[in-house]
T-cell receptor
């Protein structure tokens, strides 16, 4: 059974803190993605990775970075969290191409105070 | 570049039909449909590829019109379990990579 897991369901951080969100997939997928979901704005792509150590900016990369040291793990990093980064963060993976079926994790609701 | 979905929200009674539209200003070669139930992750419904092919299973189907750069999702004889937010995603090229760009979603509520 396909599985994408995220390290936390809920996270509360303070402004200026460095935040790590972790995502792991067990399907040997090539591609992994980080999205941000806000009410009325849909799913917006932050970064994606099509191979280990490879990354591409999505539509809203400002204030974020990513790391993919192993195929199964994709991390989203907020170098200095700000209140406008309070949001739901969703990780996804897909098999070969970025437009293959995407499998989503349960999401991390991040609150920055 | 974000596809435009309409309507933003729709409320149905069980058994009624609904159509959700997804339009793009860019040429389409693939459209994906996902459903997200409240508090859950989005789940893949179907993909449509260039060629106008209509796909579906049971009472949910979709069409893809390349000329109009539009896809439509058809929900027939809706059930309570159809409630959720429906997203379309369009395949777009960025440099040498491909990505999905999602619309803002359509919230569907099915009441008894």
């Amino acid at each position: 059974d396909v599985k994408v897991t995220q390290s936390s369901r809920y996270l509360v951080k303070r402004t200026g803190e460095k935040v790590f969100l972790e995502c792991v997939q067990d399907m040997d997928h090539e591609n992994m993605f980080w999205y941000r979901q806000d009410p009325g704005l849909g799913l917006r792509l932050i970064y994606f990775s099509y191979d280990v150590k490879m990354k591409e900016k999505g539509d809203i990369p400002e204030g974020y970075s990513v790391s993919r040291e192993k195929k199964e793990r994709f991390s989203l990093i907020l170098e200095s969290a700000s209140t406008n980064q309070t949001s739901m963060y969703l990780c996804a993976s897909s098999f070969e191409t970025s437009t293959d079926t995407q499998y989503f994790g349960p999401g991390t609701r991040l609150t920055v105070l | 570049q974000q596809p435009v979905q309409s309507p933003q929200a729709v409320i149905l009674r069980e058994g009624e039909d609904a159509v959700i539209n997804c339009s793009s200003s860019k040429a389409l070669y693939s459209v994906h449909w996902y459903r997200q139930k409240h508090g859950e992750a989005p789940v893949f419904l179907m993909i449509l590829l260039k060629g106008g092919e209509q796909k579906g299973h049971e009472k949910i189907s979709a069409s893809f019109n390349e000329k109009k750069q539009q896809s439509s999702l058809y929900l027939t004889a809706s059930q309570l379990s159809y409630s959720g937010t429906y997203f379309c995603g369009t395949g777009q090229t960025q440099g040498g990579s491909e990505k999905l760009v999602f619309g803002k979603g359509t919230k569907l509520t099915v009441n008894p």
